[in-house]
């Protein structure tokens, strides 16, 4: 469902006068242009390389600071089975940033220096991330939405030029959906339910929407990374066109719900085959993406005092990495 039409978007918007030149730098865009995948000891431009760096560790960090947000459910989740699924889900959102880390890690940045941009506030991660989640609805809202949105944007992205993060992202995928769908079936069993749980779905719909529409990132105007990002195939569509796409494939997915999506302006736009949506209010993006949103500083506290908390763990293993290798070396 999420990845029907996604091949036949995005041709158009390809910029090819940006790029290095010389001969190194054209063997290398003709070899993205064949759809041969980049691996990290080929040689790249520099761009390519900060890129990559810049947009996979962002991804990564969204991953470990999406845990947070449904993180402060786990303890209150309705019944032992949606607990049980919940911690699976959380624990799915880790390993997809340790992966992620990793896929970053071979174009020479090491985790340590990610970590410390994250903590000092100076890395992004996806704004979406840095709202509160008030009910038991909200872990609904999150699979449905907010996962759903991740899948649309990172389906083109087992596809990117980029080898170790195209075949980070099969897995991650596999997860996604799976997120995805329990999150449906939390709103799909509120929706049914009594009527304060159908007005708890819509609450959190209500305040999920828009949030998650920001979430494919600036309009193609206003995108300053687009243009030379399809040309080396790290992304394959547009924000707009994901962002498109993801309003068709929810909104039927609300009506079936029985919710309203909180939009007055949406509209069925039958020669356009897709539905007209009202503006996005990107005041409130710029505002959290400047730190200010409603819960950034709680979030990177959190992680700080994880951080600082784990520093243990850390110690112990470094200490049973250096036994075991003096070990091998007494047994050599
Ligand atoms: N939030 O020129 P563009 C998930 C920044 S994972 C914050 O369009 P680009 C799983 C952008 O970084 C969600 N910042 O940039 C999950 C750039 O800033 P810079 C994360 C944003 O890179 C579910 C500037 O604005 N997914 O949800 C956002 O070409 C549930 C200009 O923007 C990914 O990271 C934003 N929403 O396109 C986990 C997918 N949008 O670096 C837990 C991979 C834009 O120049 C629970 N990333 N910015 O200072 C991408 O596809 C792209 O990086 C985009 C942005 C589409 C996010």
Redesign the pocket.
Known sequence: MYTQGLDSLGKECVDRSAGDSGPLAQRFQERVDADEKIEPRDWMPDAYRQ?LI???S??AH??IV??L??GNWISRAPTLRRKAVLIA?VQD?GG?GMYLYSAAETLGISRDQMQEQLLAGTA??????NYPTLTWADMGA??WL??G??IL??IP?CRCSYGPYARAMVRICKE?SF?QRQGFEIMLTLARGTPSQREMAQDALDRWWWPSL?????GDA?????AQ?MRWK??RFT?DE?RQKFVDVTVPQARFLGLTVPDPHLAWDEAQQHYRFGAIDWSE?QA??QGNGPCNRERLQMRRAAHEEGAWVREAATAHARKQAVRQGEAA
Not at 124 to 129: A, E, M, Q, R
Not at 222 to 226: A, F, G, I, K, P
């Open positions: 890129t810049r947009q996979i962002q991804h969204s991953e999406g845990m947000p449904e889900k959102e997809h992004k991660y996806s704004s979406i991330f999150i699979g907010v996962d949105a991740a944007n990172q992205i996604e997120h920001m979430m494919f990132g600036p206003q995108s300053r990374h687009t990002s790290i992304k924000n994901l993006f959290v993406l």
